[in-house]
């Protein structure tokens, strides 16, 4: 069966996008390559000598998803998404507008703003969001291609503490929607993808486990899971015990004469 | 005094913005540039000139989520 997440008519095999944050630059090809990834975030920042370049550890073939980190309100995050354009980043963009610095939570209303210029400069809008479905519907209505809810605070590691409003998303909006931030573990994933979300976004969980190889094929694995699970149907969920065993026939070993 | 990245640069003013990028092992095509604040398209980077008052921003991928 075909089952390919769908964003802006691009098709993905992988519901595994992965962030590129806070990783050894080395370990990077290996992360996407145990993730199963086929899209990879990238931030854009002044470049000096010093630093590596991260597209020449990035696979042949992976879609790169720039973000507009940094950007404060949606004139800002537009310039960075002219700019990662130009620097040869296609027309993908993750919108991401905070101006908290705290709890780095976005500003939905700038981000829906975002949403609209970009859509008309023929960007691929894919904003990161608060889970209100309000917002959601003005990003849908502002040309966003995929819909990005929390799941906590970006770096977290806290995991679906938004998760009821998540689920009132899936049920409510038609785009795909990509779980992003704050998952940290791989059973969040699979819950996630056990509601219906379409796709899930990790980084820190990766970047930051004992083992990055290792992790990445965890989320991979449980991600993959929880796809086949809501593909399938969960089962249902009763008060009362409903044995497994059938209730007659049982065998009488004669002590009861 | 040029401005590159933030830090004051008498080094490169005359050269193009090809050229700094050349000298600084940057490739073209994974970059953008913004002088003065506005983007400066590509094929503009061999005639545009650091001058000594430029404010130029070179701008590339780094890690992020």
């Known amino acids: ?41 990238l931030a854009l920042r002044r470049v000096n000598s010093f630093h590596g370049n991260i597209l020449e550890h990035i696979p042949e073939g992976v879609t ?40 780095l939570l976005p500003d939905n209303y700038e981000t829906a703003k975002a949403c609209e210029m970009l859509a008309n400069k023929g960007f691929i809008p894919m904003p990161y969001m608060y889970p209100e479905l309000y917002a959601a519907r003005d990003m849908v209505n502002a040309g966003a291609a995929a819909i990005m809810p929390l799941a906590s605070p970006i770096g977290s590691n806290r995991g679906l503490a938004t998760k009821e409003f998540i689920r009132i998303l899936i049920e409510e909006i038609d785009l795909p929607i990509i779980v992003d931030a704050g998952i940290g573990r791989p059973s969040q994933a699979c819950e996630a993808m056990e509601m219906g979300a379409d796709a899930v976004m990790a980084n820190t969980a990766i970047a930051t486990a004992g083992s990055i190889v290792q992790m990445a094929q965890a989320f991979k694995n449980a991600i993959n899971a929880g796809r086949t699970a809501y593909l399938a149907g969960l089962g249902r969920v009763l008060d009362k015990a409903d044995a497994s065993s059938p209730l007659t026939g049982f065998i009488n070993d004669g002590g009861t004469k | 005094m040029a401005v590159i990245n933030g830090e004051k640069d008498n080094a490169h003013n005359g050269i193009s913005v090809l050229e700094y990028l050349s000298k600084q092992g940057k490739k073209p095509s994974q970059v953008a540039v913004m002088i003065n604040g506005d983007i400066l398209p590509k094929d503009k980077y061999a005639g545009t000139v650091i001058e000594e008052n430029s404010e130029v921003e070179i701008i590339g991928f780094v890690g992020g989520g």
């Open chain 1, 64 to 103: 790169l998803l720039p973000n507009t980190s940094g950007a404060r309100n949606a004139e800002e995050a537009v310039k960075i998404a002219l700019l990662a354009r130009e620097a040869g980043c296609g027309e993908f963009i993750k919108i991401e507008v905070i101006r908290d610095s705290k709890y």
């Open chain 1, 1 to 41: 069966m075909q089952d390919k997440l769908v964003i802006a008519g691009h098709e993905f095999d992988s519901r595994f996008i992965l962030g590129s944050g806070k990783f050894d630059l080395t370990l990077i090809k290996a992360a996407v390559e145990h993730a199963g990834a086929q899209i990879i975030t």
